[in-house]
């Protein structure tokens, strides 16, 4: 009674967290692009060319002012902390470094708005485990299922932040793990409406399954695979060069957001998450020329940002690559055979790449159903596409987008595998299992 008396106050706390981290991005948003209404990307579109480098230089100021204030509690991230720190954070630096994160992806950052929400729910989760004096697996399922309610809580996925908790943080699923995951995930999601909408993230209309997306995905699967294993590379490596010296530390963000400003008078589409190339992508909205440049330089400008030291998640930037990858290859696939429309090979894509990138296929597919509301036509050549990019990112050996962020406590092997005791083997055979690594 002890364990799901706590699931449900993580559930509820997240999603109260969640909601008032996405109340505080729209009002930095409407305040930093000057705007009451409308889209993100229409505001930055009607926005002066000085206002844009401004503004990037502001939140890149914020990033390295945040990066000094909080150089003390350098495990601020929560795979770090859940796989490497026995699921420990504190709560009021997490806090901070969630408030920090969502300000800087509001004022133009190219990083995932879902890493505040998901920081605050696994630090809450932390918090009250410890107040509790929970054993080491309840602590370490709590932290995750706190992570992934906070994705849930901001993107309305319920289903989809349970299995990101349990596939991609713990690398099992079983049944003693999926209750709690769900709970939370569904809890945090309820309390979050409260403010948030209860709508897809993306409106796209139903596309049907045709004979020619089906052969593209068992074509663009591995391709998608590759393009997947280079991203987590440049993400790993761009963590790895991340400032040490306090100087650095302040510098480094501030050149490298008012470079993006700069970037992006030419090419607004490049500022914030990703959200609005997605949509467009998803329709079909990009042509040829402009899916090219993105393509390139999105993932070049979020490695960027991480890079110089800025808080910020990856999932929706990833998810941005994926759709830009699917949709240009669709449209060169379109000249061969036609007939299927092009925002469909974006949705595959989109899976694919996602699927590969996050080590969690069965997340990816499922989030990608419960962003859209619409794509469950496509699911046979997304499943292929996704099990094919999978496929070959394993073979390859490469990490996740996660897993490649890791850094090692001081004293200890960094080669170490992160530590996955979730459950004592009395609870059942399956789950004492060997786990998948992360």
């Known amino acids: ?49 000085t206002r844009r480098v ?11 002012l945040g990066a000094l204030a909080l150089a003390r509690h350098p495990s601020g991230e929560v795979s770090d902390a859940l ?14 470094r969630a408030v920090q994160s969502i300000s800087i992806v509001a004022l133009g950052a190219s990083l995932g708005r879902e890493a505040g929400p998901q920081q605050a729910g ?48 713990l690398g099992t699923l079983t049944l003693p793990l999926v209750l709690p995951a769900l709970a939370t995930s569904l809890i945090a999601t309820a309390v979050a409406w409260i403010a948030l909408p209860h709508a897809p993230s993306y409106e796209i209309p139903r596309y049907g399954v045709h004979a020619s997306q089906v052969v593209w995905a068992l074509i663009a699967g591995p ?17 790895s060069r991340r400032p040490a010296r306090a100087r650095a530390r302040l510098i480094a963000p501030v050149v490298v957001f008012a470079a993006l400003g700069a970037l992006a008078i030419q090419y607004p589409q490049l500022l ?18 402009l899916l090219a440049v993105l393509l390139v330089l999105k993932p070049l400008v979020t490695a960027a940002c991480l890079g110089s030291g800025a808080p910020g998640g990856l999932f929706t930037p990833t998810l941005a690559y994926g ?10 696939w379109s000249l061969i055979w036609p007939g299927a429309p092009l925002g469909a090979y974006a949705i595959i894509g989109g899976a694919a790449v996602l699927g590969a990138a996050m080590q969690g296929p069965l997340a990816a597919v499922v989030l990608l159903l419960e962003l859209t509301h619409h794509a469950d036509g496509l699911m046979v050549p997304v499943l292929l596409a996704v099990v094919m990019a999978s496929v070959v990112a394993r073979i390859a050996g490469a990490p996740s987008i996660y897993s490649a962020r890791l850094t090692a406590p001081p004293g200890s092997d960094a080669g170490a595998e992160p530590e996955h005791d979730l459950l ?13 690594r992360p």
Not at 323 to 332: D, P, Q, R, S, Y
């Open 54 to 64: 401004v503004v990037l230089t502001i939140g890149g100021i914020v990033a390295g």
């Open 83 to 96: 796989w490497l720190r026995g699921a420990r954070l504190p709560l009021l630096p997490s806090i901070a």
């Open 323 to 332: 759709v830009l990858l699917g949709g240009l290859l669709g449209k060169g």
């Open 1 to 49: 009674m002890r364990f799901w008396l706590l699931v449900v106050l993580v559930g509820a706390g997240t999603g109260l967290a969640g909601a008032g981290l996405i109340e505080l991005l729209r009002a930095i948003q409407h305040l930093a692009w000057d705007y009451s209404s409308g889209s993100f990307l229409v505001a930055v579109e009607h926005a002066s060319s």
């Open 272 to 289: 914030g998450n990703g959200k609005p190339v997605v949509q467009m992508a998803l329709v079909a909205q990009l042509g040829a020329g």
């Open 424 to 436: 004592p083997a009395a609870i059942g055979p399956e789950a004492a299992a060997p786990p998948a």
């Open 223 to 239: 391709l998608a695979g590759f393009a997947a294993i280079a991203w987590i590379r440049l993400v790993g490596y761009a963590h």
């Open 122 to 169: 696994a630090a809450w989760a932390s918090t009250i485990s410890g107040w509790m004096k929970l054993p080491d697996w309840q602590r370490r399922l709590l932290v995750a299922c706190g992570a992934g309610a906070g994705m849930a809580a901001v993107y309305n996925v319920p289903l989809g932040g349970a299995l990101f908790a349990l596939e991609v943080l």
